[in-house]
């Protein structure tokens, strides 16, 4: 049996509770995973309170991303180069149900936990860290660009726009003032969000590209800026995509391999992916609460 958070019902962090729940033996090509970290999104939260609406069956589990130790591999369990997974190998990924002691995943969509990788950054990084990596490939940039990023100091902003710089752009990022200097560090020129945006950004000179990780004010003041709508893309404000003809992001970049690579740039310290809190699996409530109420830049993560 496992310790995992369940809901019975939609609604605020409150409706979350711990129950133990049966472990299945691993199948062909799944291994079962010994949870050591697992991230939180907001995605996680808009599934729990309703705002995204879901057939699955209560209670229902939650969580995806995790990092931790594979304990059972199945027949046929490789990763996505063909190498076997082997019991006791440290890996990071995706699965439903992450906020849990054990978690069932398909070895292919696993990567590799750098040793110098610490678990709770790993635990954290699927889908913000893909996301960003996506971001790039949907609308590469280099020496010669000016990138606007919006929402620079979130979890996929932050590594988005780390991702421009490394690749030779002039990068500019939106977050409030107490993340200019957080932003500084990283080689991003800070630029305070919300009204006006537009009409500050012009002391910065030609904007080439915009990435929206936050909302639409990146993209209206893209436009205001006159950056061609393909040289603008979308993660948070789909609802502008078709008006300002902007990218949707894509997902075919949204690989085991990819996932393995950005984790090992993070151990080597040239992209930096801050955790924010950890919380312990019995304060659940707290970890989403925090989650949910903060600005603070870095994941918030739950260590079983």
């Known amino acids: 049996m496992t310790r995992a958070a369940l809901y019975d019902t939609t609604?605020?962090?409150?409706?979350l509770y711990l129950a133990e729940v049966a472990d299945a033996a691993p199948?062909?090509?799944?291994?079962?995973v010994r949870v050591h970290a697992a991230g939180l999104n907001p995605f996680d939260a808009k599934m729990r309170s309703g705002f995204i609406p879901s057939e699955a069956p209560y209670p229902r589990r939650i969580g995806g991303d995790?990092?931790?130790?594979?304990?059972?591999?199945?027949?046929?369990?490789?990763?996505?180069?063909?190498t076997p997974v082997a019991?006791?190998?440290?890996?990071?990924?995706?699965?439903?149900g992450a906020v849990a002691e054990r978690v069932t995943a398909a070895a292919s969509d696993l990567a590799r936990?750098?040793?110098?990788?610490p678990v709770e950054v790993a635990g954290g990084l699927h889908v913000a860290g893909l996301t960003a990596v996506s971001v790039l490939a949907t609308l590469p940039v280099g020496a010669g660009d000016t990138v606007l990023v919006g929402g620079a100091a979130g979890a996929v902003g932050f590594v988005a726009a780390q991702l421009a710089v490394h690749a030779g752009a002039r990068v500019i990022g939106?977050?409030?003032?107490?993340?200019?200097?957080?932003?500084?560090?990283v080689g991003v020129e800070p630029v305070v969000y919300g009204d006006d945006l537009a009409a500050r950004l012009q002391a910065?000179?030609?904007v080439t590209a915009v990435f929206d990780c936050h909302g639409r004010?990146?993209?209206d003041a893209g436009v205001a800026l006159g950056v061609a709508p393909d040289r603008m893309v979308a993660i948070a404000a789909y609802g502008a995509l078709e008006e300002i003809g902007a990218h949707n992001v894509e997902r075919a970049a949204r690989t085991a391999a990819n996932l393995e690579k950005l984790a090992g740039r993070i151990a080597a310290g040239e992209i930096v992916y801050p955790v924010a809190e950890t919380y312990p699996l019995d304060e659940v409530v707290a970890a989403f609460t925090a989650l949910e109420s903060s600005h603070a830049p870095g994941k918030v993560v739950v260590t079983p």
């Open 174 to 185: 939106t977050a409030s003032a107490r993340n200019h200097e957080l932003l500084r560090s």
């Open 204 to 206: 910065f000179g030609t």
């Open 217 to 219: 004010d990146a993209l």
């Open 66 to 82: 995790f990092a931790g130790t594979v304990d059972a591999a199945g027949p046929g369990a490789v990763y996505f180069d063909g």
């Open 113 to 117: 936990r750098p040793a110098t990788l």
């Open 87 to 96: 019991v006791g190998d440290e890996v990071l990924g995706r699965a439903n």
């Open 27 to 32: 199948g062909d090509g799944k291994v079962s």
């Open 11 to 15: 609604g605020g962090p409150e409706v």
